[in-house]
T-cell receptor, first 117, second 112 residues
Framework: GAVVSQHPSRVICKSGTSVKIECRSL??????MFWYRQFPKQSLMLMAT?????????EQGVEKDKFLINHASLTLSTLTVTSAHPEDSSFYIC?????????????FGSGTRLTVV | QQPVQSPQAVILREGEDAVINCSSS?????VHWYRQKHGEAPVFLMI?????EQKGHDKISASFNEKKQQSSLYLTASQLSYSGTYFC?????????????FGAGTRLFVKA
C-alpha cells in the first residue's frame, strides 16, 4: 500500500527558532498533500492544502507567514514553523492519496511531535 | 464546518456492538472513517461515496445517507484491538480540489 514518510518524528526547539517538517510520498506521486495539527485528545485540524508547483491554500485562522508550506516536487512537501513559540507545540501530521482516493482514502504520515521550550 | 460525531466516548466489553454517528451541515462528496491509536497516525478504515452506500469488512461496516448528510460506523462483536479513537472525515469540494474535515472523534475502549 501507499506509504507517506514524515520526519522528524519528534523535535524539541527553542522559542524563536524555526523547524522544518518533511513529508514524502514513497513510490507514488502526490500532487496534493494536506497538513493537519492535532492537540492532545482532540481532532485533526486542517491547516492547509499543499499543491505541487503552486501556493498552498491555508484554512481560515492559520498564519501563512508562520507556517510556510513548500511543495516543490511530486513526492515532497515541507512545513516550516517559523519563529516557534510554546503555543505552537503540537502534533503535526500530513496526508496524501495514492491512485484512486475514492477507493483507498488518504494515507497519513507518522506525525511529528513538536515541543517548543 | 466540522462534522458532529457522537458519542464522544464508548466503553465496551469484548463481543459487544457499538455505533458511531457522524453528521455534517454541508453537502458531502464522501465520508471517510479512520481509527487512531494513541501516539500513532490515523489508519484508513473505509470510504463511502454514494447516498445510501454501505460497506464493510470483517466486523466493521458503515453506511452513508447522502440526503441527510450523515454516516454511521458499526462495530460488531468488538475485539480488544478495536480500542482507539475513531474519526469521520467529511470530504467536500473546495476551491482547487477536495479537502477533508474531521470530526472531534469518538474514543472507544474495549475491555476483556
Amino acid at each position: 500500500g501507499a506509504v507517506v514518510s514524515q520526519h522528524p518524528s519528534r523535535v524539541i526547539c527553542k522559542s524563536g527558532t524555526s523547524v522544518k517538517i518533511e513529508c514524502r510520498s514513497l513510490d507514488f506521486q502526490a500532487t496534493t498533500m494536506f497538513w493537519y495539527r492535532q492537540f492532545p485528545k482532540q481532532s485533526l485540524m486542517l491547516m492547509a492544502t499543499s499543491n505541487e508547483g503552486s501556493k498552498a491554500t491555508y484554512e481560515q485562522g492559520v498564519e501563512k507567514d508562520k507556517f510556510l508550506i513548500n511543495h516543490a516536487s511530486l513526492t515532497l512537501s515541507t512545513l516550516t514553523v517559523t519563529s516557534a513559540h510554546p503555543e505552537d507545540s503540537s502534533f503535526y501530521i500530513c496526508s496524501a492519496w495514492d491512485r484512486d482516493k475514492d477507493r483507498y482514502g488518504y494515507t497519513f504520515g507518522s506525525g511529528t511531535r513538536l515541543t517548543v521550550v | 464546518q466540522q462534522p458532529v460525531q457522537s458519542p464522544q466516548a464508548v466503553i465496551l466489553r469484548e463481543g459487544e456492538d457499538a455505533v458511531i454517528n457522524c453528521s455534517s451541515s454541508k453537502a458531502l462528496y464522501s465520508v471517510h472513517w479512520y481509527r487512531q491509536k494513541h501516539g500513532e497516525a490515523p489508519v484508513f478504515l473505509m470510504i463511502l461515496l454514494k447516498g445510501g452506500e454501505q460497506k464493510g469488512h470483517d466486523k466493521i461496516s458503515a453506511s452513508f445517507n447522502e440526503k441527510k448528510q450523515q454516516s454511521s460506523l458499526y462495530l460488531t462483536a468488538s475485539q480488544l484491538s478495536y480500542s482507539g479513537t475513531y474519526f469521520c472525515g467529511t470530504e467536500i469540494i473546495a476551491t482547487g480540489g477536495f479537502k477533508t474535515i474531521f470530526g472531534a472523534g469518538t474514543r472507544l475502549f474495549v475491555k476483556a
